[in-house]
């Protein structure tokens, strides 16, 4: 789940549902990442799942 960065509706929606906030995208260069916010090993999940790294 995830939403725009800046559309806090999204964001206040999404964590009123009880999912958790467990990565942030990033950019350097044109190349995204994955910056872990919270449980390493969900972060590492959600990296996998969308085909990312992860930035430690």
Do not use: K, Q, T, Y
């Not at 958790?20 to 990296?47: C, H, M, N, Q, T």
């Amino acid at each position: 789940m995830g939403h725009d960065l800046g559309n806090l509706p999204s964001e206040r929606g999404i964590l009123a549902a009880g999912f958790a906030l467990v990565a942030e995208v990033g950019s350097r260069g044109g190349a995204l990442f994955l910056i872990p916010r919270g449980d390493l090993e969900r972060s590492d999940a959600a990296a996998s799942l969308l085909g990312l790294p992860l930035a430690v």
